[in-house]
């Protein structure tokens, strides 16, 4: 496992310099696997980083639809999805063009898919969230996060 940077106790409002320092290390066009227990953050980070990224307030949830686009992003969520064949229905090459950015929550469980449907030029990467123990002073609680290069 090859970690290039971890982040401890980051907070909400930790995202914006957050993102900043994780555009350092990420080489794009870039697909980014978002791992975590459901409600960690990695949608409110993908809200985060397409705000600052697009300069715009226009942000979107999967909740609806398995793939979106804003500006040079992709935000996939494929929690929904029953088997890795549907990856091939997802028409993933068809949404990366001229992209820089492919956000892909609960792609870990498809990774091989993954990495044969998404263009060549695509670096892999991973973040790992994780929530810290919330330590009952009314102050929601912090997570973990841990950047990963993948093969």
Same mark, same amino acid.
């Given at each position: 496992?090859? %970690?290039?940077? $971890? ?6 409002? /930790? !995202?914006?310099? +957050?993102?900043? @320092? ?43 639809? %398995?793939?979106? $686009? ?6 996939? /969520? !494929?929690?929904? +999805?029953?088997? @890795? ?67």
């Amino acid at each position: 496992m090859n %970690v290039l940077r $971890e982040w401890k106790k980051v907070y909400e409002s /930790d !995202l914006e310099s +957050l993102i900043y @320092e994780l555009k350092e290390f990420v080489t794009t066009p870039a697909a980014i696997i978002l791992s975590g227990e459901v409600g960690v953050g990695k949608t409110t980070f993908t809200k985060a980083f397409i705000k600052q990224n697009e300069h715009s307030s226009e942000t979107f949830s999967p909740t609806y639809s %398995v793939i979106n $686009e804003v500006g040079d992003s992709v935000h996939a /969520d !494929l929690y929904r +999805l029953n088997d @890795e064949e549907e990856i091939l229905h997802l028409e993933i090459p068809m949404y990366l063009e001229d992209k820089e950015y492919f956000f892909v929550e609960w792609g870990k469980a498809y990774i091989n898919q993954l990495y044969r449907e998404v263009p060549r030029e695509f670096s892999f990467y991973e973040i790992l969230f994780e929530a810290n123990p919330d330590r009952g002073d009314g102050n929601p609680p912090s997570r973990n996060l841990r950047l990963i290069k993948l093969p």
